[in-house]
C-alpha cells in the first residue's frame, strides 16, 4: 500500500477554491450572474465613474471582454454610461437596479458564508484569523 502524498497548502487552497466557486456560480445562475459578471459589476459599484481599461485591468480580462460585458449591464439597466459617445471617456455607475441585483447576490454569498461557517467553524476562524495577519503585515 502507498503513502498519501505530503500535504500541500497550495493544492489544498486550489481545492477549496474550486468547490466553493462552483458553490457561489451555482447561487449566483438563478440571478442571471456569473462570478465574472459579479465581479464586474461590483467592480463598478465600489469606483463609480471607472473607466473600461481600468475595469479591464482590475478584473484581468480585455477592454473588449469588458466592453461586451458592459454593454449587456446597460442594455440590461443595471449599468449607466453617462459619457457614453465616441471620442469621450466612459464614466460608468450601477443603477439602482444593478443595486438590487448586487444585494440579491450579497444575500447569496451570505447565505454560502453561513453555510460554510457551520460546517467548518475552526477553519473558518483560522482563514479569519490568517487573513487578518497578512493585511496587517504580521503574517
Avoid at 465574472?36 to 479591464?56: D, N, W
Avoid at 482590475?58 to 449599468?79: C, D, K, N, P, Y
Avoid at 449607466?80 to 438590487?100: F, I, K, Q, Y
Amino acid at each position: 500500500m502507498s503513502e498519501p502524498p505530503p500535504f500541500s497548502p497550495t493544492i489544498t487552497l486550489l481545492t477549496v477554491s474550486r468547490v466553493w466557486e462552483s458553490a457561489f456560480a451555482e447561487g449566483l445562475k438563478p440571478l442571471g450572474l456569473t462570478t465574472r459578471k459579479y465581479g464586474l459589476l461590483g467592480h463598478v459599484r465600489g469606483t463609480p465613474g471607472i473607466s473600461f481599461s481600468e475595469l479591464a485591468r482590475r478584473s484581468r480580462i480585455t477592454v473588449q471582454s469588458v466592453h461586451s460585458a458592459v454593454a449587456a449591464f446597460v442594455e440590461a439597466g443595471l449599468v449607466d454610461d453617462g459619457t457614453a459617445h465616441a471620442g469621450s471617456a466612459s464614466s460608468l455607475r450601477v443603477t439602482a437596479e444593478g443595486e438590487s441585483l448586487l444585494a440579491r447576490a450579497a444575500e447569496v454569498v451570505a447565505r454560502l458564508d453561513a453555510e460554510f461557517t457551520a460546517q467548518h467553524p475552526e477553519l473558518t476562524e483560522s482563514l479569519r484569523t490568517q487573513l487578518r495577519r497578512a493585511v496587517s503585515g504580521n503574517a
